[in-house]
C-alpha cells in the first residue's frame, strides 16, 4: 500500500514539475517595436516579465520615423504588439495608416502632462531645439546666434546640423517648428537659404549629436537636439560638472514640443499583457527612471523631476502646425524639404 502511495505521489509530483516546465518554457512573447533610443532598466523589465508571465521581445526600429515606416510596411502581418516611441508629429500619419488599436487602460484615462490623440498614450515629452558647443563659440569668438536667420549669414556658414526629417522624428520636429513659426512658403525660403550656407544633414539624431557636432569631435558647433542635451552631458560627464559644456538655443520658430506615446499594434498577439505595458511605462517606477535613461520630461502627472534636470529649463514658447495641416500636409512638405534641401 505504501509503495503504491508513494508511485502516486511520484507520479503527481513529475507532472506537476513537467506541467511548471512546459509553462515556464511556453511564456508568450510579448513583441515590443521600440525607436532606437528606447532605455528602460533592466531590472524593470525582468519585474515586468515576472509579474506578467511574459519573455518581452523588443526590436529597435531605428529612428521614430524609420520605426513608424516599418510597421506601416509590415501592417499586413505586424511585426509587433506594443509600440512605443510614435511622437504628436507622427501621430498623423500612425493614424491615417491605421496601424495602432485602441485600448481601455488606466493610464489612458489619466491626464498626462502633455497631450497625444488617442489611442496613443502619452509616456514623456521634451523640446526639440538647438544646441551649441560653448567652448567652439567662446574659442573662434563667434557671436551665438539670436535668430534663424542668422544661421543663414555667412558668419555661420557650415555651423549647423541638422536630422533628415523623412528618417529622424528630431528633424521633422524641427521642420515642422520652422513651417509653425513662419508659414510654408517663408520657411522653405529659409531652408534654402540654409542649404546655401553649408547646412550638414545627418540621418538621425544619433549621427548628428554623436558623430557631427564638434562637442564630441565633430565639425559643427550647432545642432538640433533636445532641452534636456546639456543636463545629459553634465549627468554623463567623467569630471564633475557645475555647469553644462552645450546650451540650448531656444529661438522662435526652433522649438517643438515632442510627446511620445504608446499604443498597442492593430494585429498584434497578447492583447492582455500589451496593455499592461502601456500601463508599466506610466508606472512611477518608469516614469522615474527613464528621466536620465532618455531625457525627456515624465507624462505621469506628480513624479517628480530629476535633479539633473535643473540644468533642463523648458522652454516658454514652442511652435507647431495645427494637427490638421501635419495630417494633411505632412508628407508633402518632407518631400518638399528633401528637393529644396538634398536636390
Known sequence: MQHGIFSFLKTT?????????????????????????????????????KDNGVKLRITKGGDAGEMLNKLIL???NPIADVVYGIDNALAPKALAAGVLDTSTVAAAGRK???????PLVPVDYGYVTLNYDKAWFAK???????????????????????????????????????IGAMGEDKAFDFWAKLRANGLKVAKGWTEAYYTEFSQNGGKHPIVVSYATSPAAEVFYSKT??????????SLPGAVFRQVEGVALVKGG???AAAEKFVEFMRSPAVQTAMQTD???????????KADAFRFAP?????????????????SDWVARWTKVVLK
Open 13 to 49: 509530483l513529475g507532472a506537476a514539475l513537467l506541467a511548471a516546465g512546459l509553462t515556464a518554457a511556453q511564456a508568450a512573447d510579448l513583441r515590443v517595436l521600440t525607436h532606437s533610443s528606447f532605455t528602460v532598466p533592466k531590472p524593470l523589465l525582468a519585474q515586468f516579465e
Open 74 to 76: 509590415t501592417k499586413a
Open 112 to 118: 498626462p502632462a502633455a497631450e497625444l490623440p488617442a
Open 140 to 178: 573662434n569668438g563667434v557671436a551665438v546666434p539670436k535668430t534663424l536667420d542668422d544661421l543663414t549669414q555667412p558668419a555661420y556658414a557650415k555651423l549647423l546640423v541638422v536630422q533628415n526629417p523623412a528618417t529622424s522624428s528630431p528633424g521633422y520636429a524641427f521642420l515642422l517648428s520652422t
Open 240 to 249: 564633475k560638472l557645475s555647469e553644462p559644456p552645450t546650451a540650448s538655443l
Open 269 to 271: 498577439k497578447e492583447r
Open 294 to 304: 532618455m531625457w525627456m520630461y515624465p507624462a505621469e502627472a506628480g513624479v517628480a
Open 314 to 330: 523648458e522652454p516658454t514658447a514652442f511652435n507647431a502646425p495645427s494637427d490638421a495641416d501635419i495630417a494633411a500636409k505632412g
